[in-house]
């Protein structure tokens, strides 16, 4: 059937611009929409207000212009009824191809009818003229016929029906059965479509059922069906989609929306999508509409557009091969100009089916592999996306034989099934794939065999490697073969892949003898083929014997370039770089910490005399610098430590933290190098020590570790462990003989009883017991 011709686009929609394949089996460039006929009955009743004949009207011409294949006819009829010379049918719009200009403004001729004029309703006569138009559309193409209506049908007397007003209704009645009946036997469906208060629902039903049935497929809801609305508000809309359904397409769902100055609408076209129309319908025929594909790019009559409608209140955008995704319409309204506009989109997925069956030729009571693919302008579709919705299902048929097939779907858009033909079972067997989808017109693929020639002389069968290669890759493949004759045979591997792909085929071919056994070949392809998935088909001939095919299957090769280097390095680098940064943030935490531990930090230097503290402690005066500088003065009572801000050289001495062991390094105004620890003066010259005490030691843990606070300095060391011996400083002039003390003979913490017969405390002073 023509709808058959529907089906094979598809892949060119979803990979514009690749080469086509010459072989049918890897894509069909002839498949396109195949056009329709059909005719709208507009009603022109005086009972239309100024308002529902202009939606009516918007409908019409939304119809005309909104149609999928520019080679699809249109006519448009304005019906009331007989009045005098004025016939209750009014052919606005003859026969017209929908490319004709001229079917753009057939919608303008409509207007509602006078009294003079047949202002009724005779349904017939507009159903009657309808067919009639369309019974000289070729054999087999759909013809479809739409019924705009807001009333019941009526007339009055010496309106064609008598002027007996009583048998009217009968008279009517009888012509409608008949007009039906007409409609059926010429193969036209009808769609009727009502609005308004008055319309007879069971009246428009009868319509829809008296017509000729659906061509798209035995789905329930594409079934031809009466519509009614509350108003003619809803015709446009409601139209669009009965037009949709009736010509075996679908419509996606309609955007609106006030325009005042500037607004957008959108319109999501899907994957399986290989031929739409964007409709736009306008209150205002002054608002500017622009159209953007998913990309951004505007869409000015490009190659594979047609825009139509400019200036009117009704726009169309045909695009073949679109870009699946949401479509943009720019709407712009000149100042004082507004009014509502709504968009949507009628879409056919143009694709057939492929019977393909392994082993070619199978015997009875041998298992066969029963599988369907959807075949495109280019090749097999294989797209998840696209294929959503689709559904597929087999049958088998011969003498003795009739069985439906379920039929699964499963990699890169193959359905399939394993079946195993029934024994003794001989002659034609036919086994048949049936597609059926939303938006897809149905479409049925046969392959024949013939059983009863007892086993094939050769046999064959194809196993394959990996499906993925790089550009300028190859696949392998092993052809595993069984000879049961005394002949010997070759045979050859052939393969079809669309154009650009560079095959080229090795070790396709091998002589063989009675047994089995395997060889390998390879798939080659050229370094310019394209990222994606490639399609073809490949089959294992027999060429002893007529090129018979032993063996076919189609084949997948999925194409990915090879990684850049940031492909295959990316991780590695920012492996790399948040190691460089772990690295660099542990060194900066580290001299972080480093220079903390130099810090001075809160210590307290004071001068001792035989062990006993004399004068004031100095402390520095900025704990965070790394060194404490100060001025020893003996030229007063008592000695003195003078803090300074900065050092003065030849009089400054220095006082640095050691940061491995938190003991303090003293400077001497002539360069000489003195260690202090905790606890025990060091002598600075004779008879004067200096010693120090490091808050942070000293108010840590118990331990005598660090405090851990918050501002740690690092490590200064601990004070001495109490049973230390205390340092062998001045043992014979300085203390010798004085008890021990726990912080050694020069410790900062209270000196130990002199004994009696001490002299006066001068503590007060800074000095100990005189000497």
Same mark, same amino acid.
């Given at each position: 059937?023509?709808?058959?011709?529907?089906?094979?686009?598809?892949?060119?929609?979803?990979?514009?611009?690749?080469?086509?394949?010459?072989?049918?089996?890897?894509?069909?460039?002839?498949?396109?929409?195949?056009?329709?006929?059909?005719?709208?009955?507009?009603?022109?009743?005086?009972?239309?207000?100024?308002?529902?004949?202009?939606?009516?009207?918007?409908?019409?011409?939304?119809?005309?212009?909104?149609?999928?294949?520019?080679?699809?006819?249109?006519?448009?009829?304005?019906?009331?009824?007989?009045?005098?010379?004025?016939?209750?049918?009014?052919?606005?719009?003859?026969?017209?191809?929908?490319?004709?200009?001229?079917?753009?403004?057939?919608?303008?001729?409509?207007?509602?009818?006078?009294?003079?004029?047949?202002?009724?309703?005779?349904?017939?006569?507009?159903?009657?003229?309808?067919?009639?138009?369309?019974?000289?559309?070729?054999?087999?193409?759909?013809?479809?016929?739409?019924?705009?209506?807001?009333?019941?049908?009526?007339?009055?007397?010496?309106?064609?029906?008598?002027?007996?007003?009583?048998?009217?209704?009968?008279?009517?009645?009888?012509?409608?059965?008949?007009?039906?009946?007409?409609?059926?036997?010429?193969?036209?469906?009808?769609?009727?479509?009502?609005?308004?208060?008055?319309?007879?629902?069971?009246?428009?039903?009868?319509?829809?059922?008296?017509?000729?049935?659906?061509?798209?497929?035995?789905?329930?809801?594409?079934?031809?069906?009466?519509?009614?609305?509350?108003?003619?508000?809803?015709?446009?809309?409601?139209?669009?989609?009965?037009?949709?359904?009736?010509?075996?397409?679908?419509?996606?769902?309609?955007?609106?929306?006030?325009?005042?100055?500037?607004?957008?609408?959108?319109?999501?076209?899907?994957?399986?999508?290989?031929?739409?129309?964007?409709?736009?319908?306008?209150?205002?025929?002054?608002?500017?509409?622009?159209?953007?594909?998913?990309?951004?790019?505007?869409?000015?009559?490009?190659?594979?557009?047609?825009?139509?409608?400019?200036?009117?209140?009704?726009?169309?955008?045909?695009?073949?091969?679109?870009?699946?995704?949401?479509?943009?319409?720019?709407?712009?309204?000149?100042?004082?100009?507004?009014?509502?506009?709504?968009?949507?989109?009628?879409?056919?997925?143009?694709?057939?089916?492929?019977?393909?069956?392994?082993?070619?030729?199978?015997?009875?009571?041998?298992?066969?592999?029963?599988?369907?693919?959807?075949?495109?302008?280019?090749?097999?579709?294989?797209?998840?996306?696209?294929?959503?919705?689709?559904?597929?299902?087999?049958?088998?048929?011969?003498?003795?034989?009739?069985?439906?097939?379920?039929?699964?779907?499963?990699?890169?858009?193959?359905?399939?099934?394993?079946?195993?033909?029934?024994?003794?079972?001989?002659?034609?067997?036919?086994?048949?794939?049936?597609?059926?989808?939303?938006?897809?017109?149905?479409?049925?693929?046969?392959?024949?065999?013939?059983?009863?020639?007892?086993?094939?002389?050769?046999?064959?069968?194809?196993?394959?490697?990996?499906?993925?290669?790089?550009?300028?890759?190859?696949?392998?493949?092993?052809?595993?073969?069984?000879?049961?004759?005394?002949?010997?045979?070759?045979?050859?591997?052939?393969?079809?892949?669309?154009?650009?792909?560079?095959?080229?085929?090795?070790?396709?071919?091998?002589?063989?003898t009675a047994g089995s056994d395997e060889f390998g070949f390879e798939l080659a392809f050229g370094k310019g083929i394209t990222k994606g998935d490639h399609t073809g088909r490949v089959r294992v001939l027999d060429t002893?014997?007529?090129?018979?095919?032993?063996?076919?299957?189609?084949?997948?090769?999925?194409?990915?370039?090879?990684?850049?280097?940031?492909?295959?390095?990316?991780?590695?680098?920012?492996?790399?770089?948040?190691?460089?940064?772990?690295?660099?943030?542990?060194?900066?935490?580290?001299?972080?910490?480093?220079?903390?531990?130099?810090?001075?930090?809160?210590?307290?230097?004071?001068?001792?005399?035989?062990?006993?503290?004399?004068?004031?402690?100095?402390?520095?005066?900025?704990?965070?610098?790394?060194?404490?500088?100060?001025?020893?003065?003996?030229?007063?009572?008592?000695?003195?430590?003078?803090?300074?801000?900065?050092?003065?050289?030849?009089?400054?001495?220095?006082?640095?933290?050691?940061?491995?062991?938190?003991?303090?390094?003293?400077?001497?105004?002539?360069?000489?190098?003195?260690?202090?620890?905790? /606890?025990?003066?060091?002598?600075?010259? %004779? !008879?004067?020590?200096? $010693?120090?005490? *490091?808050?942070?030691?000293?108010? &840590? =843990? @118990?331990?005598?570790?660090?405090?851990?606070?918050?501002?740690?300095?690092?490590?200064?060391?601990?004070?001495?462990?109490?049973?230390?011996?205390?340092?062998?400083?001045?043992?014979?002039?300085?203390?010798?003989?004085?008890?021990?003390?726990?912080?050694?003979?020069? /410790?900062?913490?209270?000196?130990?009883? %002199? !004994?009696?017969?001490? $002299?006066?405390? *001068?503590?007060?002073?800074?000095? &100990? =017991? @005189?000497?």
């Open positions: 059937m023509a709808t058959a011709a529907l089906l094979g686009a598809l892949a060119l929609a979803l990979t514009p611009g690749t080469a086509r394949a010459a072989d049918p089996t890897v894509g069909d460039p002839s498949l396109k929409v195949a056009p329709i006929s059909y005719a709208i009955l507009v009603d022109e009743s005086g009972s239309l207000k100024g308002a529902d004949l202009d939606r009516e009207k918007d409908a019409a011409a939304l119809a005309a212009i909104g149609e999928l294949s520019p080679d699809s006819r249109v006519g448009v009829v304005g019906f009331g009824s007989g009045a005098g010379v004025k016939p209750a049918v009014d052919v606005v719009c003859p026969m017209t191809a929908v490319s004709d200009p001229a079917a753009a403004k057939c919608a303008e001729r409509l207007h509602a009818r006078t009294d003079q004029e047949g202002n009724n309703t005779d349904i017939p006569a507009a159903i009657r003229q309808g067919v009639n138009m369309l019974a000289a559309s070729p054999a087999g193409q759909p013809r479809v016929l739409f019924v705009l209506t807001d009333g019941a049908m009526a007339v009055s007397p010496g309106e064609g029906y008598g002027n007996d007003a009583a048998r009217i209704p009968g008279e009517l009645d009888k012509s409608l059965t008949a007009a039906l009946a007409q409609a059926k036997a010429a193969g036209v469906q009808i769609w009727p479509l009502g609005f308004g208060s008055a319309i007879d629902a069971a009246q428009l039903s009868r319509m829809a059922d008296g017509g000729a049935p659906s061509m798209c497929s035995q789905r329930p809801e594409d079934k031809p069906t009466a519509v009614t609305v509350k108003d003619s508000g809803e015709v446009v809309q409601t139209l669009r989609k009965a037009f949709g359904t009736a010509r075996c397409a679908g419509v996606t769902q309609t955007d609106s929306t006030e325009v005042n100055g500037e607004a957008d609408l959108n319109v999501t076209i899907p994957a399986i999508a290989t031929d739409v129309v964007i409709q736009v319908q306008k209150a205002n025929e002054r608002i500017e509409t622009t159209f953007f594909d998913p990309d951004g790019k505007r869409v000015d009559n490009a190659p594979g557009t047609e825009q139509r409608g400019q200036g009117s209140r009704t726009e169309t955008l045909r695009i073949t091969d679109p870009v699946a995704g949401k479509w943009r319409i720019h709407l712009k309204a000149p100042d004082g100009f507004s009014g509502p506009v709504s968009a949507a989109a009628l879409w056919q997925g143009v694709v057939k089916s492929y019977v393909q069956l392994n082993p070619p030729q199978p015997s009875a009571g041998e298992p066969v592999k029963f599988s369907v693919f959807l075949q495109s302008r280019e090749k097999n579709l294989t797209d998840p996306a696209a294929l959503k919705g689709v559904t597929v299902s087999g049958h088998v048929e011969g003498p003795g034989l009739k069985a439906d097939i379920p039929l699964r779907p499963g990699d890169k858009g193959e359905f399939s099934s394993d079946y195993r033909i029934p024994g003794g079972i001989t002659g034609q067997v036919s086994f048949t794939g049936t597609i059926s989808a939303p938006g897809v017109a149905g479409t049925r693929e046969v392959k024949t065999v013939t059983l009863g020639g007892g086993p094939a002389a050769v046999s064959a069968e194809i196993k394959w490697g990996d499906g993925t290669i790089e550009p300028g890759g190859s696949v392998a493949g092993t052809v595993s073969w069984k000879v049961n004759d005394t002949r010997p045979h070759t045979l050859r591997v052939v393969a079809d892949f669309p154009a650009g792909t560079g095959l080229r085929i090795t070790g396709a071919e091998q002589r063989v002893g014997d007529g090129d018979k095919v032993l063996f076919e299957t189609t084949r997948t090769v999925t194409v990915e370039p090879p990684p850049g280097f940031w492909d295959e390095y990316l991780w590695l680098v920012i492996g790399g770089i948040v190691l460089i940064a772990l690295l660099l943030g542990l060194l900066g935490y580290l001299a972080k910490r480093r220079k903390r531990a130099r810090r001075i930090g809160p210590i307290a230097l004071r001068l001792y005399r035989d062990g006993q503290p004399i004068g004031v402690e100095t402390r520095p005066l900025d704990e965070r610098a790394e060194a404490m500088w100060f001025r020893l003065d003996t030229t007063g009572f008592p000695p003195q430590l003078i803090p300074l801000y900065q050092h003065e050289p030849g009089t400054a001495w220095i006082v640095r933290r050691t940061a491995a062991t938190g003991t303090m390094d003293v400077e001497t105004p002539l360069g000489a190098h003195l260690h202090l620890d905790t /606890g025990r003066p060091t002598e600075i010259e %004779p !008879g004067l020590a200096l $010693g120090f005490t *490091d808050d942070r030691v000293r108010n &840590g =843990p @118990p331990d005598g570790g660090s405090s851990g606070s918050g501002e740690p300095y690092g490590p200064y060391g601990s004070a001495a462990p109490a049973t230390a011996p205390p340092r062998p400083y001045g043992e014979d002039a300085y203390g010798s003989d004085r008890p021990y003390n726990p912080y050694g003979p020069y /410790g900062s913490g209270p000196a130990a009883d %002199p !004994g009696p017969g001490a $002299g006066p405390d *001068d503590t007060t002073f800074g000095y &100990g =017991p @005189p000497r």
